[in-house]
Nanobody, 124 residues
Framework: EVQLVESGGGSVQAGGSLRLSCLASGATYALSCMAWFRQAPGMEREGVASIFADDGSTNYADSVKGRFTISQDKAKNTVYLQLDSLKPEDTAMYYC?????????????????WGQGTQVTVSS
């Protein structure tokens, strides 16, 4: 079994930054792909970024390219999401997820392990 725990959310003003963390525990050897998703009230879940653990290759949603950066620290079993140049429309609950492989599209239906989420609120 895999457990994912997110942290680092908070409230910031537009233009500010946050760094989210996702600590994985349990059967992490089975996880090659880690990703971040977000969901705002009344909106569909959106795949934000993913990282392939084996080679560090990354994939981003167009809405966050150039502003968000996903990274990993294998020694700490932790994945990070650096959020820069935040906008009010980035306000959402952010979730960490894991899967055995990285799909070409960051599709939540392909991820079987999820954290509880951390809230990001950006004010104008």
């Amino acid at each position: 079994e895999v457990q994912l725990v997110e942290s680092g959310g908070g409230s910031v003003q537009a233009g500010g930054s946050l760094r989210l963390s996702c600590l994985a525990s349990g059967a992490t050897y089975a996880l090659s792909c880690m990703a971040w998703f977000r969901q705002a009230p009344g909106m569909e879940r959106e795949g934000v970024a993913s990282i392939f653990a084996d080679d560090g290759s990354t994939n981003y949603a167009d809405s966050v390219k150039g502003r968000f950066t996903i990274s990993q620290d294998k020694a700490k079993n932790t994945v990070y999401l650096q959020l820069d140049s935040l906008k009010p429309e980035d306000t959402a609950m952010y979730y960490c997820a894991a899967a055995p492989i990285c799909p070409s599209v960051i599709d939540g239906d392909l991820f079987g392990y999820w954290g509880q989420g951390t809230q990001v609120t950006v004010s104008s």
